[in-house]
């Protein structure tokens, strides 16, 4: 079974970073892509950022150069380091996969596999 916990959430001012992870078990293939996505509260839920199985990544608008997503195969892990954060970047914060060589941002469904979220809160 899959499993996703992510870690590293809080609370920041307008203008600070922070750094999210995300680790990752249960998989018996080598190829999954991995996703960060967000939600605030009475908003659908947002792709941030993927990356690939070949380390690729693809990001939201919003975050484009503040945010950066990659992995680490040798821990299992996903990492969102946050940088220049902004008030609206204030959300639940989840981690997801699929059993794919490549991934979207853009459907949500795909995912199979969620963590339980970490929350990230951005003061002004």
């Known amino acids: 079974q899959v499993q996703l916990v992510e870690s590293g959430g809080g609370s920041v001012q307008s203008g600070g970073s922070l750094r999210l992870s995300c680790a990752v078990s249960?998989?018996?293939?080598?190829?999954?892509?991995l996703a960060w996505y967000r939600q605030a509260p009475g908003k659908e839920r947002e792709g941030v950022a993927r990356?690939?199985?070949?380390?690729?990544?693809t990001y939201a608008d919003s975050v484009k150069g503040r945010f950066t997503a990659y992995k680490d195969n040798a821990k299992n892990t996903l990492t969102l380091q946050m940088n220049s954060m902004k008030p609206e970047d204030t959300a639940m914060y989840y981690c997801?996969?699929?059993?794919?060589?490549?991934?979207?941002?853009?459907?949500?469904?795909?995912?199979?596999?969620w963590g339980q979220g970490t929350q990230v809160t951005v003061s002004s």
């Open positions: 249960g998989y018996t293939r080598s190829s999954y892509c």
């Open positions: 990356v690939d199985s070949d380390g690729s990544t």
């Open positions: 997801a996969t699929a059993p794919l060589r490549s991934c979207t941002i853009g459907v949500v469904s795909i995912y199979g596999y």
